[in-house]
């Protein structure tokens, strides 16, 4: 399983992006997508969770601000940032959990760079 994510850059406060990232691999429709960012110094952190029927998790500093979808058909997962601050500068993460006969299986993606100038 393969995880590339696409999408980050530089932007102004106050401006959007919208990160992707797709998998490769099957039963994609089966697993919980999420994505995860990591400042400088700080600990990875949850961003955004779907499961395979649709239920999100937001972190508490990005809720009404960012959402994140997946288009099964295309085994890609997005998140749309919007009203982007300063503090969303990181290396965001695609991560992809799937189970099978009981056990999970967690793949990260490679990390894309998001910087929010002031």
């Known amino acids: 399983v393969q995880l590339q994510a696409s999408g980050g850059g530089l932007v102004q406060a106050g401006g959007s992006l919208r990160l992707s990232c797709a998998a490769s691999?099957?039963?994609?429709?089966?697993?919980?997508l999420g994505w995860y960012r990591q400042a400088p110094g700080k600990q990875r952190e949850l961003v955004a969770e779907?499961?395979?029927?649709?239920?999100?998790t937001y972190g508490d500093s990005v809720k009404g601000r960012f959402t994140i979808s997946r288009d099964n058909a295309k085994n890609t997962v997005y998140l749309q940032m919007n009203n982007l601050k300063p503090e969303d500068t990181a290396v965001y993460y695609c991560?992809?959990?799937?189970?099978?006969?009981?056990?999970?299986?967690?793949?990260w993606g490679q990390g894309t760079l998001v910087t929010v100038s002031s």
């Open positions: 779907i499961t395979s029927g649709g239920t999100t």
């Open positions: 991560r992809r959990d799937e189970w099978f006969l009981g056990r999970r299986y967690t793949y």
């Open positions: 691999g099957t039963n994609f429709n089966r697993d919980t």
